[in-house]
């Protein structure tokens, strides 16, 4: 049997910065977050840049849709740091995709699209296709 397919967002800002600034300016801990010359520790080289991301609460069976509009909600707590940081930092909105059965297709609401330029996000879409002819329920 295929696994489900699963999706989730974040919002994120890279550069050379120190994360807790940013946890500072907008009162909220980041999911995840680095600074530049911390070590991976899935491949223990240095990082190249600082980041800070925010993710979506929701369980990875949830729509991709639901996922970023998870994400803005979290970014209203906060609205107008948020909104001065995504400028200044150039914040972005990460989509993910792992696709195991038929491909769902994405769809923005027009409320979606405004509220992520109302944070003047960027977007960024990684969708891996990891459909196999092999699969159990092919056979």
Partial sequence: MSEENK???Y???TGSFDPEYITKRVGISPTDSWRVGDLNPR???ERKFSRWSLYSRLAKSESLEAHIAD???QLDASAAAFKEVSINESGGMQLVAQIYSEYPGLHFER???QRLGEYRLSVD???YYLYSDAREDTR
């Fill in 11 to 13: 919002f994120t800002v």
């Fill in 43 to 45: 491949n223990s080289l």
């Fill in 71 to 73: 994400v803005l909600d």
């Fill in 7 to 9: 999706f989730y967002a």
């Fill in 111 to 113: 409320e979606i699209i």
């Fill in 125 to 127: 879409c990684d969708f």
